[in-house]
């Protein structure tokens, strides 16, 4: 144990971060070990690379932005519909596809104490989040005959609270055999000084590093291994707070198939300049995404010729992957995203500071990152109102109120 300490005081002397220290003798032997061990896992170099990087925004001058692609749904011709159904269909009844959902957050902006995935959005039902997105896959295995393997992303803050749930519901009814729980990963949260913040316990406060970070967690929690050994080749992620998402689409699928897409995403035209939604484009001929964080004015207001949207292309966070992708990425490092966040924190005198206004970075890989390394991808413009109902914030956009209408108009159950 002491030189455990000897070398972890080694370490944080060497990038100044020494404060990491300050509350050691004040722990138990598990949390000492705990906090040792983090330290000396711990990417020191990348920290302060990541702190560096807080200098500079994102700047697109030097980069060509030209706009993607897409097919959109609702052009193709009932031919075409049936063949890609067909194709699409073949490959669910084959056990070939696997669902992922990416539920490492809480519903602290919906005023929740939770995970989101456990939030009732006042259907008239009461269904939680997870259950609407289970009806997916309830609705596949009885008209397909097969139980999709779902695969769900929690993070520290919220494994144990999202399994407990799910076993309390029962699953939803869906086999637990089917269903397997992993982590993400998490960074340390810096002050504007670079300093790592410490939590209100005093130990390296840690935060989830995006949704990008969900192929290295498949690849460390043998998520990926598990998928090959069921024979799986396709996989569909999305994130945890859109009830419209459609998990099992055999149009999608089959058109991915047939035109040998390795990687797809949906999208929907952007509803409005500033909507906080990332859009499609081609960098330098590349396909990728501009994150709503980081795009200029000028560009998300620029109209084309036809005096539609530019870049009108929202990322809603639908993406499906051929496995030999994620083997791919999972081994490679994703940029990470600067985000200034509100952070409450244990000072060096042992005081808590709360948060009144943004005083932390956070680093956040961005799943779309990876087009890039699969240039040939498929963008599928899909209808807003049958494909995303988001649910962000309390009130206003995004909230549980439009989700609901926008659930219960495609339900027809108002």
Not at 241 to 248: E, P, R
Request: charged content about 30%; hydrophobic content about 35%; overall charge negative.
């Amino acid at each position: 144990m002491e030189d455990k300490i000897l070398i972890a005081q080694e370490i944080l002397a060497k990038y100044g971060q020494e404060h990491i220290l300050k509350f050691y003798n004040e722990f138990s032997k598990e949390e000492q070990n705990q906090l040792l061990d983090e330290i000396l896992t711990m990417d020191f170099k990348q920290i302060e690379e990541l702190y560096e990087s807080t200098k500079t925004k994102p700047n697109f001058e030097n980069i060509k932005i030209e706009p993607i692609e897409h097919v959109t749904k609702a052009e193709l011709s009932k031919e075409e519909i049936e063949k890609y159904t067909k194709i699409g269909q073949e490959v669910v009844k084959q056990g070939k596809l696997a669902v992922v959902t990416m539920a490492g957050g809480q519903g602290t902006r919906l005023g929740h104490d939770g995970p989101k995935g456990t939030y009732d959005i006042g259907l008239a039902s009461h269904k939680p989040i997870f259950e609407i997105l289970c009806d997916n896959l309830k609705q596949a295995r009885e008209k397909y005959g097969i139980d999709i393997p779902w695969y769900i992303m929690t993070s520290d803050e919220n494994n144990e609270e999202t399994m407990d749930f799910f076993e309390k519901n029962n699953y939803f009814n869906y086999p637990k055999s089917a269903v397997q729980f992993f982590k993400q990963g998490k960074l340390p949260m810096l002050d504007v000084n670079g300093k790592i913040l410490l939590d209100e316990q005093g130990m390296i406060k840690q935060a989830a590093d995006g949704h990008g970070g969900v192929f290295e967690a498949m690849r460390k929690n043998g998520i990926i291994y598990n998928m090959k050994e069921r024979k799986i080749e396709w996989i569909f992620i999305s994130g945890v707070d859109n009830i419209l998402a459609k998990f099992v689409d055999p149009v999608f699928i089959g058109m991915q198939v047939a035109q040998d897409k390795k990687s797809a995403s949906k999208s929907v035209v952007k509803a409005y300049a500033e909507e906080k939604v990332g859009v499609f484009c081609q960098k330098d001929g590349k396909p990728g995404v501009i994150e709503y964080s980081e795009i200029s004015k000028e560009l998300a207001e620029a109209i084309d010729e036809k005096g539609e949207f530019l870049l009108g292309d929202s990322n809603i966070v639908n993406h499906q992957f051929h496995i030999s992708v994620l083997e791919q990425v999972s081994t490679e490092k994703l940029p990470y995203h600067v985000a200034f966040k509100k952070a409450n924190y244990k000072d060096e005198n042992g005081k808590i500071i709360e948060a009144t206004e943004p005083n932390a970075y956070k680093f956040e890989a961005f799943i779309f990152d990876i087009f890039s390394c699969v240039p040939d991808m498929l963008v599928f413009r899909v209808k807003r109102e049958e494909e995303f109902a988001p649910v962000k914030n309390k009130d206003g956009k995004d909230s549980p109120e439009t989700a609901r209408k926008l659930y219960n108009d495609f339900y027809h159950l108002n």
